[in-house]
């Protein structure tokens, strides 16, 4: 499975926080300090995708404000965002562990619509690793933004259920589920997740291999994109438009938007898209058959790659639950336990380019054996075919000869039997005047008839002895007719 298949849906969540809910019991609060910190979370928010890890900042920034004036949502809102800045940078440990955290801030407020807006981000992260579980997450922000009549939560979780189905390999239901999303934010008039709801229709139709209707879609998520300063959509479609470019053989153009994307990527300190670029440079140099810069880049790939331990994250989020209420000692074993499993990722990774190279060595060994037979084959069956040949002419030569003999003995019978046929006749004819002109002497009353029939007796006989003689000369093969 390709790397990045795991990348270009990235979580969906919400902005513009209800600030009706943003008071509780605490008549201490100043309105003109939660507006202040309202509009710092906004901000947090706004540039998630351009630059998540100043979101975090913020998003520390706002908790620490509200924490001063015991402002409970915005302590909670402060989580959300820092989960969501940890979640773009693929940091799911700590995106969990601050969600959680956030979670039990709105339920002390008894804040219904946050609460959903969580179970929607918790959801997220589940989508790639349990799809059960993220649609049970999803389900119960859904009942919320019905309940609520919240149409921004809605489309939020209407894409975020596309993600799961793209997640499982069912793109046609993911694409019906990214329209109702892009059709939803028309209406809203948000023209960021416009630009991100295109961008996962454009990846859809790649998985399908749609590639002719994939391609402007993307170019345009790109455009949009660059237009409203979203790094992050940039850097994750370029992904798409270059291996559509290694498609179409276009290699120097595919180089080029995979150095942007790499520039990009960086840029926000995103090392799982960093990647899956890697990856495509490894197709790339594959493609081009510079086999050992390909060879290198896979190596150093899978050396770093962090998308190895996705087999592991669902585990992995089971215990953020427990590292919430943990100490620090607990959290510096966990950490270890971490740099153990990437050691042993590095050995797998080793042992598997070493591997490759014994396949790909094996295999072209066997292919060199396998040709070698195979023109050994070749060679006898083509003597086989000469020596089939050379029979056939001996074959053909000997009914030429029959065919010559038989006609050459048929032209001497049609002879023999002209030459029988011309002395049969001629021996013949004088008898058989004689007994025509002894009838006709006998009508005349010149002979008696006893002398006319002794003398047509001599007739007969010599006709007699003439057919005795032809069938003599018949039954003789070696007879020579004068």
């Known amino acids: 499975m390709r790397i990045f298949l795991s990348l270009f849906v990235w979580p969906l969540v919400f902005s513009n926080p209800i600030f009706?809910?943003?008071?509780?019991?605490n008549d201490t609060f100043n309105k003109v300090d939660t507006a202040r910190i309202n509009k710092l979370l906004k901000q947090g928010y706004a540039i998630r995708l351009s630059n998540p890890t100043q979101t975090i900042e913020i998003g520390k920034k706002a908790f620490k404000a509200s924490k001063q004036i015991d402002y409970t949502y915005g302590m909670g809102e402060a989580f959300r965002i820092i989960g969501i800045g940890s979640d773009y940078l693929n940091n799911r440990k700590e995106a969990m562990n601050n969600y959680l955290i956030a979670l039990t801030y709105f339920i002390k407020i008894n804040d219904l619509l946050s609460q959903a807006k969580i179970y929607n981000n918790i959801g997220n992260l589940y989508s790639s690793v349990d799809p059960q579980r993220a649609f049970q997450y999803f389900k119960k922000a859904k009942f919320v933004a019905n309940k609520l009549l919240n149409k921004k939560l809605l489309a939020s979780v209407t894409v975020n259920i596309g993600n799961v189905y793209f997640r499982e390999n069912k793109f046609r239901a993911a694409i019906e589920y990214y329209k109702k999303g892009l059709e939803l934010y028309r209406k809203l008039n948000d023209t960021t997740y416009q630009v991100v709801c295109k961008q996962n229709i454009?990846?859809?139709?790649?998985?399908?291999?749609?590639?002719?209707?994939?391609?402007?879609?993307?170019?345009e998520t790109v455009k949009n994109a660059k237009e409203l300063g979203l790094i992050y959509i940039i850097a994750s479609s370029d992904i798409t438009i270059a291996e559509l470019y290694i498609i179409k053989n276009r290699l120097d153009?595919?180089?080029?938007?995979?150095?942007?994307?790499?520039t990009l990527a960086t840029k926000i300190k995103n090392n799982n898209i960093v990647a899956n670029f890697r990856y495509l440079k490894f197709q790339l140099e594959q493609k081009r058959r510079n086999y050992k810069l390909?060879?290198?880049?896979?190596?150093?790939?899978?050396?770093?790659?962090?998308?190895?331990?996705?087999?592991?994250?669902?585990?992995?989020?089971?215990?953020?639950?427990?590292?919430a209420k943990a100490d620090e000692r607990k959290r510096e074993n966990e950490i270890l336990i971490q740099k153990q499993k990437l050691n042993q990722v590095e050995i797998i990774a080793s042992l598997t380019v070493a591997i490759l190279l014994l396949i790909s060595v094996g295999l072209l060994y066997n292919n060199l054996k396998r040709k070698g037979k195979t023109n050994i084959q070749l060679n006898a069956l083509n003597q086989e075919i000469i020596k089939q040949k050379q029979i056939a002419d001996q074959i053909n030569q000997h009914l030429e000869e029959i065919v010559f003999e038989r006609t050459k003995e048929l032209q001497s019978k049609n002879t023999k039997l002209?030459?029988?046929?011309?002395?049969?006749?001629?021996?013949?004819?004088?008898?058989?005047?004689?007994?025509?002109g002894l009838l006709n002497i006998e009508k005349s009353g010149l002979i008696g008839k006893a002398e006319c029939i002794d003398m047509?007796?001599?007739?007969?006989?010599?006709i007699d002895k003439v057919i005795q003689e032809i069938n003599q000369m018949l039954n003789e093969d070696d007879y020579e007719l004068d």
């Open 294 to 323: 390909a060879l290198t880049t896979l190596y150093t790939l899978y050396k770093e790659d962090s998308l190895a331990h996705d087999k592991g994250i669902s585990t992995q989020i089971d215990l953020i639950r427990e590292q």
């Open 253 to 262: 153009i595919a180089d080029s938007t995979i150095n942007e994307g790499i």
């Open 20 to 25: 009706s809910l943003a008071f509780t019991n």
């Open 456 to 462: 047509m007796n001599i007739s007969v006989n010599d």
């Open 202 to 219: 454009g990846v859809m139709y790649f998985q399908l291999k749609k590639y002719d209707t994939a391609y402007p879609i993307l170019i």
């Open 418 to 436: 002209k030459n029988y046929s011309s002395y049969l006749s001629h021996q013949i004819r004088g008898p058989i005047s004689s007994l025509i």
